[in-house]
């Protein structure tokens, strides 16, 4: 069901739906088709996506929304904070939290670096963080998040990714022990958490007051088996369809949103299904519009504006 109690999860999607892992690729569908199709998917909430795929001039993209009757929820950065270069992740976040804040948002969704891998698939360097490396890392985080609130008045909200060194339940764990809640909190994508187990609802639970963004995505489970046994690469496993539409895959999404709502009233809930490359350019509104529908019936309330 929908409702519009300020409760109620926001519920909006992002460009990642649309296959679109880059700033410019021909295999993705251009910017002016996804504006178009979020609001005839019955959304009005998006991310930025890969900074740079919407455009960077601000007096631009608050144009191209208000056309489309778009809001903005978020931006998207990588770092590799484990390295210890602050200010070189600051000049990357910055510079993607200045365009967010200039449109009215507050989020910043920051993912680690995530493994190397070779041409022939194998990883490159270690899966997993060192004990200075994770000292340094949680740190890092911190500093980066206590300038985003100090200077511009945003959140960092911290996505765990898969084949990155925070990928798992225990990890997830660790970052959130290990940093501080006024500076860093979870994106809490519960498709990525699940690549490895993680149970989404089980982490709201333990750490109400952490969870400050989602991102809804789910796996297919009997093909992650053979993703996992076999190690296949992540972005093979996508091309393949790992992650799937709901209600197709886990997890259920009514439970985990009734508990964040109570974790965190009116936070955002942006769908964001994994499926670089697209083969048809077609296919991404359809699905979109099957994600709502199914949304709408799950059982939680939800707002779509």
Not at 117 to 122: F, I, L, N, P, Q
Not at 161 to 176: D, F, K, N, T, W
Not at 286 to 295: F, G, K, S, V
Not at 298 to 303: Q, T
Request: glycine letters at 8%; charged letters at 25%; one cysteine or more.
């Amino acid at each position: 069901m929908t409702a519009g109690d300020a409760a109620a999860p926001r519920v909006g999607i992002a460009p990642d739906s649309w296959g679109v892992w880059n700033a410019e690729d021909p295999v993705q569908p251009p910017a002016a088709q996804y504006l178009r199709e979020v609001g005839e998917a019955g959304f009005h909430y998006t991310e930025l996506g890969p900074f740079g795929y919407l455009g960077t001039d601000v007096a631009r993209l608050r144009d191209d929304f208000a056309r489309h009757d778009l809001a903005l929820s978020a931006g998207t950065v990588f770092t590799a904070l484990h390295a210890g270069d602050v200010e070189r992740a600051w000049v990357d976040v910055r510079e993607v939290a200045q365009v967010v804040h200039a449109l009215g948002a507050e989020h910043v969704v920051v993912i680690p670096q995530l493994w190397d891998r070779a041409a022939d698939g194998t990883v490159q360097g270690d899966r997993a963080f060192s004990a200075d490396e994770w000292s340094t890392f949680l740190a890092g985080h911190d500093e980066i998040g206590r300038r985003l609130f100090e200077e511009l008045g945003m959140r960092q909200q911290f996505h765990s990714h898969a084949e990155s060194p925070i990928g798992s339940y225990r990890e997830v764990v660790r970052l959130l022990e290990g940093t501080d809640e006024r500076y860093v909190n979870l994106c809490l994508d519960t498709g990525h958490l699940a690549y490895y187990a993680g149970d989404s609802v089980r982490l709201i639970r333990a750490f109400p007051s952490r969870i400050g963004y989602l991102h809804l995505k789910q796996v297919e489970p009997d093909l992650l088996a053979d993703v996992l046994k076999n190690d296949i690469p992540f972005a093979e496993a996508v091309r393949d369809g790992v992650m799937v539409e709901p209600p197709l895959g886990v997890p259920e999404y009514g439970s985990l949103l009734a508990e964040a709502a109570i974790a965190n009233p009116g936070l955002f809930a942006i769908v964001e299904q994994d499926m670089y490359p697209v083969a048809d350019f077609a296919q991404p509104l359809e699905i979109a519009r099957r994600t709502r529908a199914y949304i709408e019936t799950c059982g939680a309330p939800v707002r779509f504006r």
